[in-house]
T-cell receptor, first 110, second 115 residues
Framework: NAGVTQTPKFRVLKTGQSMTLLCAQD?????MYWYRQDPGMGLRLIHY???????AKGEVPDGYNVSRLKKQNFLLGLESAAPSQTSVYFC?????????FGEGSRLTVL | AQSVTQLDSQVPVFEEAPVELRCNYS??????LFWYVQYPNQGLQLLLK??????LVKGINGFEAEFNKSQTSFHLRKPSVHISDTAEYFC?????????????FGKGTKLTVNP
């Protein structure tokens, strides 16, 4: 069982470059989320989706965009990466309450 | 906006000792409460959750937590810890009126179990 799969797992970017993180879930969950984790900050919600074709802003949405064109996929985009976006990014999916997490994507912006 | 406070950022204990990781939340409305564990270089796994019913919730790996509405707390306990319990633990809350699809996480407590 794959569960929640994130790609890529590691990426190094230069300031100003763009990239997309892909999250795929095979559990037919309606809800999907992108969090970022920084030391001493816990997890902060970037964007989330309550169903195919819908997205909503979380706590720290600036500098990120998302799309949910298919129920099983949730994409997180950085149009112009900044060093402040160096972080570990976690995707999660949920049938309603409990979240199921991917293993994370470590992004470094130089 | 609701918030979660984990009162201890680091908790060192010896193997086989009891441990309590403290969590308080700000919301005064009905809530769902969760504890997640994160082992090094991994994602988060659900330890236990409180949705309704009994205020004492049992989870995996021998952990349990007690929901105390009057104190807005959801402390995590284990009577005897193992080296393998070394990890970071996160408390999370979602409020039913604000949209239970969103979880707010605390900043985490690093539990280190020493031999």
């Amino acid at each position: 069982n794959a569960g929640v799969t994130q790609t890529p797992k590691f990426r190094v970017l230069k300031t100003g470059q763009s990239m997309t993180l892909l999250c795929a879930q095979d559990m037919n969950h309606e809800y999907m989320y992108w969090y970022r984790q920084d030391p001493g900050m816990g997890l902060r919600l970037i964007h989330y989706s309550v169903g195919e074709g819908t997205t909503a802003k979380g706590e720290v949405p600036d500098g990120y965009n998302v799309s949910r064109l298919k129920k099983q996929n949730f994409l997180l985009g950085l149009e112009s990466a900044a060093p402040s976006q160096t972080s570990v990014y976690f995707c999660a999916s949920s049938p309603r309450t409990s979240l199921f997490f991917g293993e994370g994507s470590r992004l470094t912006v130089l | 906006a609701q918030s979660v406070t984990q009162l201890d950022s680091q908790v060192p204990v010896f193997e086989e000792a009891p441990v309590e990781l403290r969590c308080n939340y700000s919301s005064s409305v009905s809530v769902y409460l969760f504890w997640y564990v994160q082992y090094p270089n991994q994602g988060l796994q659900l330890l236990l959750k409180y949705l309704s019913g009994s205020t004492l919730v049992k989870g995996i790996n021998g952990f349990e937590a007690e929901f105390n509405k009057s104190q807005t707390s959801f402390h995590l306990r284990k009577p005897s810890v193992h080296i393998s319990d070394t990890a970071e633990y996160f408390c999370a809350v979602s409020d039913l009126e604000g949209g239970s699809e969103k979880l707010v996480f605390g900043k985490g407590t690093k539990l280190t179990v020493n031999p």
